[in-house]
């Protein structure tokens, strides 16, 4: 494998698809724009650990377009912040989990 941060980056998000998949057949909505933006916010933070890049202002970044992803779907309507927590949280866990076995 030559590169296994991708690897477990594309395995987190097969699964963060697979959360909002079941979600959604009990009726749970959730955000999936912030589920994608949180999930590639922790392997970009994960990658800038693992790689000792020493630079602060990716995750800083991320972490602002999170907010403000967040803050354009609730403006829009499109969501409630119960929905919004729910998108962040399909996003975080399984990005988390895998970022302990390859970091």
Do not use: C, D
């Amino acid at each position: 494998m030559r590169y296994p941060e991708l690897h477990f980056f594309f395995l987190g998000a097969l699964f963060t698809t697979i959360l909002a998949l079941v979600l959604s057949l009990f009726k749970i909505k959730a955000s999936l724009h912030m589920a994608a933006i949180s999930g590639f916010s922790i392997f970009a933070i994960g990658l800038n650990i693992h790689l000792q890049l020493h630079n602060p202002y990716w995750g800083a970044l991320l972490i602002l377009l999170s907010g403000i992803v967040a803050s354009s779907r609730l403006e829009m309507n499109a969501h409630t912040p119960k929905e919004l927590l729910i998108g962040l949280l399909i996003g975080v866990i399984p990005q988390l989990l895998f970022l302990y076995l390859w970091l």
